[in-house]
């Protein structure tokens, strides 16, 4: 069970991350975790074990994240179309006609997906086992159940919804839908598998400013994370739509430069990784749960949420802090093609 608990772990984390530390759900809906998981865990545990198969990094995480939440929101619940989805009327501001879409909500509902359900989980149980933080997690058999549940998944999310909600996108939309997906998801594998070097190549082998310390990245990401969920968005369309991209410009163009820094470590992943996932924590507290209850149960779910993502950032940074000297990703592709992906001792992946 050991050689899998990682692999189980993320198929639960991401769902809780993605709705309940949001905010979104209410903890009296804890037990819809395992009809969530299949969709979420099953996207977050694939789009990790095909990265990590094929020796690529953070780049390619966050292209198939992007891709799975042009999956979800395009296909699974058409909230990227539907102008009454779930009565919040999200495609009112900046909608764009011939695309049949609005693009402040297209900007925050796909970045949300990218960093929190997808990225946010995977880094974070990465940092739970980190001498196996690039190796696979799952064999042959257990990446096909995967793949099972999540088409699983996929398909009664899109059939409840239908029940739901009678609104069907048209069939030029989903076809557009599936050419993104299908570019985000080359895109995402023509880039390079690169070679990972150690902290100590890394400090021998470039000259320059060190990577700046955790805290500094951890509050930085905080401070994106927070920034990017708090743009308004009942102003006129260009606003959200340029801070979001500003943001977003800012956040990935500094955190690359950080990562090809000598001195760039997995601390500074989990560090990350540690504020985007306080920045959701936080937004909870203003965060309208779809389900009404009452402000003590929605207070006391955002609480110990809140609590269980600061314990689970506490022990991953303890193990990271304990683990021996291993590899360094840097989140910004590189070029330097080598078969040999894995310094660390490899570990055989579970059936």
Same mark, same amino acid.
């Given at each position: 069970?050991?050689?899998?608990?990682?692999?189980?772990?993320?198929?639960?984390? +991401? %769902? #809780?991350?993605?709705?309940?530390?949001?905010?979104?759900?209410?903890?009296?809906?804890?037990?819809?975790? *395992?009809?969530?998981?299949?969709?979420?865990?099953?996207?977050?545990?694939?789009?990790?074990?095909?990265?990590?198969?094929?020796?690529?990094?953070?780049?390619?995480?966050? #292209?198939?994240?992007?891709?799975?939440?042009? @999956?979800?929101?395009?296909?699974?619940?058409?909230?990227?179309?539907?102008?009454?989805?779930?009565?919040?009327?999200?495609?009112?501001?900046?909608?764009? %006609? +011939?695309?049949?879409? &609005?693009?402040?909500?297209?900007?925050?509902?796909?970045? #949300?997906?990218?960093?929190?359900?997808?990225?946010?989980?995977?880094?974070?149980?990465?940092?739970?086992?980190?001498?196996?933080?690039?190796?696979?997690?799952?064999?042959?058999?257990?990446?096909?159940?995967?793949?099972?549940? =999540?088409? =699983?998944?996929?398909?009664?999310?899109?059939?409840?919804?239908?029940?739901?909600?009678?609104? !069907?996108?048209s069939v030029p939309q989903f076809a557009g839908v599936a050419v993104v997906v299908v570019a985000l998801v080359v895109a995402a594998f023509l880039i390079r598998p690169h070679r990972a070097v150690t902290s100590t190549e890394?400090?021998?082998?470039?000259?320059?400013?060190?990577?700046?310390?955790?805290? #500094?990245?951890?509050?930085?990401?905080?401070?994106?994370?927070? +920034? /990017?969920?708090?743009?308004?968005?009942?102003?006129?369309?260009?606003? %959200? !739509?340029?801070?979001?991209?500003?943001?977003?410009?800012?956040?990935?163009?500094?955190?690359? /430069?950080?990562?090809?820094? %000598?001195?760039?470590?997995?601390?500074?992943?989990?560090?990350?990784?540690?504020?985007?996932?306080?920045?959701?924590?936080?937004?909870?507290?203003?965060?309208?749960?779809?389900?009404?209850?009452?402000?003590? *149960?929605?207070?006391?779910?955002?609480? @110990?949420?809140?609590?269980? &993502?600061?314990?689970?950032?506490?022990? +991953?940074?303890?193990?990271?802090?304990?683990?021996?000297?291993?590899?360094?990703e840097s989140v910004a592709p590189t070029g330097n093609a080598s078969p040999h992906r894995f310094p660390t001792h490899p570990q055989q992946p579970a059936p």
């Amino acid at each position: 069970m050991r050689r899998v608990a990682p692999a189980v772990g993320l198929f639960f984390t +991401a %769902p #809780l991350v993605a709705e309940f530390l949001l905010g979104n759900l209410p903890i009296t809906l804890l037990v819809g975790l *395992v009809f969530l998981a299949p969709l979420y865990g099953g996207g977050a545990l694939l789009v990790r074990e095909f990265v990590r198969r094929t020796g690529r990094g953070w780049p390619s995480i966050l #292209l198939l994240g992007l891709a799975y939440g042009v @999956f979800e929101e395009g296909i699974t619940t058409q909230s990227l179309f539907n102008r009454n989805y779930v009565g919040a009327h999200l495609l009112d501001v900046g909608y764009v %006609p +011939a695309l049949g879409i &609005a693009v402040p909500w297209t900007l925050a509902v796909l970045a #949300l997906h990218t960093v929190w359900s997808i990225s946010v989980p995977i880094g974070l149980v990465e940092a739970m086992v980190p001498q196996r933080r690039t190796t696979p997690w799952l064999g042959k058999v257990g990446l096909t159940v995967t793949g099972v549940l =999540f088409v =699983f998944g996929s398909v009664a999310t899109t059939a409840m919804q239908i029940a739901r909600d009678p609104f !069907v996108a048209s069939v030029p939309q989903f076809a557009g839908v599936a050419v993104v997906v299908v570019a985000l998801v080359v895109a995402a594998f023509l880039i390079r598998p690169h070679r990972a070097v150690t902290s100590t190549e890394s400090s021998v082998r470039e000259v320059g400013r060190r990577a700046p310390s955790v805290w #500094l990245v951890g509050g930085f990401a905080l401070v994106c994370g927070s +920034a /990017y969920r708090l743009t308004p968005d009942h102003t006129a369309a260009w606003v %959200p !739509v340029v801070m979001m991209a500003a943001i977003a410009g800012v956040a990935v163009t500094t955190v690359t /430069y950080w990562s090809r820094r %000598p001195g760039w470590e997995p601390r500074h992943q989990l560090a990350l990784v540690a504020g985007a996932a306080l920045a959701y924590a936080l937004h909870a507290f203003i965060e309208t749960p779809i389900l009404p209850v009452s402000t003590t *149960v929605d207070r006391a779910g955002d609480v @110990f949420f809140g609590a269980a &993502a600061v314990l689970a950032i506490a022990v +991953a940074a303890r193990r990271t802090r304990q683990a021996p000297a291993g590899v360094t990703e840097s989140v910004a592709p590189t070029g330097n093609a080598s078969p040999h992906r894995f310094p660390t001792h490899p570990q055989q992946p579970a059936p």
